[in-house]
């Protein structure tokens, strides 16, 4: 089973599926000033970090589009995700935000995050895309980026668990 989630780049991926299509070969802008982007992004970015540590399917899923997580098969497989990232990574202590960069569709928000296993400051990126559904703001990706996940993934292009392609199989 882990063959079948690890996938072609290095991180931790929540991807919203199902009809959501990402603009990857536009290009973005970074914002700058990210403070309004912030007020209602960080205490989302937060949640799902803490959420990771947690356990807890529903504290981490509750921000995001509803239809990436539809499948009850999200919730059982949420486990695997949290204890590859507690066994490679360590415990969620800190994050420093980084930018924002905002592209046709959506906007990505990066921050670098401090575990327990990590040395460096800027050594894991977490990435959250965002997209508006009318008056909310949906999450659509959550990824964790580290030299760490790669080496202890070691698959064939990088590393990525691509949790929603797998959970959705």
Not at 51 to 59: F, I, K, M, T
Not at 89 to 95: A, H, I, N, P, R
Request: charged fraction near 25%; hydrophobic fraction near 40%.
């Amino acid at each position: 089973m882990l063959k079948k989630i690890i996938s072609v780049s290095l991180a931790l991926t929540v991807i919203a599926a199902l009809g959501v299509v990402f603009t990857g070969c536009s290009k973005g802008v970074t914002v700058s000033d990210p403070a309004p982007v912030l007020a209602w992004a960080e205490p989302m970015m937060e949640n799902c970090l803490v959420a990771l540590g947690e356990r807890d399917y529903a504290r981490f899923s509750r921000d995001f589009d509803p239809k990436a997580l539809a499948d009850d098969a999200a919730e059982s497989k949420f486990p695997n995700y949290c204890t590859i990232i507690e066994q490679t990574l360590g415990e969620y202590q800190s994050k420093t935000f980084w930018k924002v960069v905002e592209y046709e569709d959506y906007r990505a928000v990066y921050y670098y995050a401090h575990f327990e296993k990590s040395t460096e400051p800027e050594e894991i990126v977490v990435k959250m895309n965002f997209q508006d559904k009318g008056e909310q703001k949906v999450i659509i990706v959550f990824s964790l980026e580290s030299q760490l996940l790669r080496e202890t993934v070691q698959a064939e292009e990088g590393g990525m668990i691509n949790v929603l392609d797998d959970m959705l199989d």
